[in-house]
């Protein structure tokens, strides 16, 4: 065979520093997202026993979790509370003497610059564990929709410079935007879990929240792994309630939808990185049966390559040193 007859593509493989040059998709800790679970009390740092490096922290500790972030170069992190008392609307949730409330407004007062986004969901908060209120087997809608509105209030108050809502009730984009707007809080920007899929993923992350459903699933209002177009009907209709991001969650199983999403809409997109994406990872490693740190990064490099802009992960610090490190 000649060589004339045929492309020849490793031509350009054969050098580190060519290969470096002709990177397309190069991570950096200034898209990374750092989920933090907020407890209440002082001096609390509790492992997760899944997620091998992220514990639930209280206030003072998530402060310097939140510096050590930023000194990674992570300027942003989105906090989920853990109250101590649940009950069965979530009232937790907007007190404002809450973890999350709290966390928001200590973070900020110790390190102006990191930018906090607040997860906006009554599901950490209810007794049943559903993402709102329950009346006979299901959730209802409209009137969970104003809880979702106080509490993304709340988190405004307390200094939040974004709010996140999680909880795939139709309408809360638009019932938070209206409530932000009424209370004063017309630029804090919205970012919806647009198309939030109903996934074993979350696993760790429930047992982290403490948020298991105690009856019945979340199929009711999260997305069935099955739907691709529903997914884009799901992040029309937060664009249309006036999100200001989008998001797609989980993020590896479904780089499909993120790709999809990437090319469709021009509104910045997020991936979500979920718990249950991070403990594989981290179990597998823990078992010898792969190098965990490239297998990490080869994750978010896939999340990058199918579009997103911002990456939520909680592998963000380490992966924002490996990134430092090149
Ligand atoms: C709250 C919420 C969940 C996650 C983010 N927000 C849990 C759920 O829907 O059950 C999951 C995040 C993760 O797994 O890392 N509704």
């Not at 999680?166 to 984009?173: E, L």
């Not at 884009?232 to 989980?250: N, S, T």
Request: hydrophobic share 45%; net charge negative.
């Amino acid at each position: 065979m000649n060589s004339d007859q045929y492309p020849h593509i490793r031509r350009l493989r054969r050098n580190a520093t060519l290969r470096d040059m002709l990177n397309e998709n190069r991570l950096s800790a200034s898209e990374f997202i750092y989920p933090m679970f907020v407890v209440n009390g002082t001096g609390v740092r509790t492992p997760i026993e899944p997620m091998p490096g992220i514990d639930q922290m209280s206030v003072d500790i998530a402060v310097e979790e939140a510096q050590r972030a930023m000194e990674a170069g992570v300027k942003s992190v989105l906090l989920f509370g853990i109250p101590d008392i649940k009950d069965a609307t979530g009232s937790g949730s907007s007190a404002p003497d809450e973890a999350v409330q709290q966390a928001v407004a200590a973070i900020k007062r110790a390190s102006p610059e990191t930018y906090v986004i607040t997860d906006v969901c009554l599901c950490e908060y209810t007794d049943h564990g559903h993402c709102g209120i329950v009346k006979g087997n299901d959730t209802d809608n409209d009137a969970t929709l104003p809880l979702l509105a106080e509490t993304a209030v709340s988190h405004a108050e307390a200094g939040a410079d974004m709010v996140a809502p999680s909880a795939m009730m139709d309408g809360q984009v638009a019932a938070i935007r209206n409530g932000l707007n009424e209370a004063g809080f017309s630029n804090t920007p919205v970012m919806g879990y647009s198309a939030k899929y109903a996934s074993a993923f979350y696993g760790p992350f429930r047992i982290a929240a403490d948020s298991a459903p105690q009856f019945g699933e979340r199929r009711a209002y999260q997305m069935a792994p099955n739907q691709g177009r529903e997914a884009m009907r799901e992040i029309e209709a937060d664009l249309e309630e006036g999100a200001d991001i989008i998001m797609v969650k989980p993020a590896l199983a479904y780089l499909d939808v993120i790709k999809e999403a990437a090319m469709r809409f021009d509104t910045p997109l997020a991936a979500y990185n979920v718990s249950g994406e991070y403990s594989m990872v981290a179990a597998v490693g823990c078992a010898g049966w792969l190098d965990r740190e490239r297998a990490m990064m080869e994750i978010l490099t896939s999340i990058k390559r199918a579009g997103a802009d911002l990456i939520i992960t909680y592998s963000a610090i380490e992966a924002a040193e490996l990134v430092a490190r090149g």
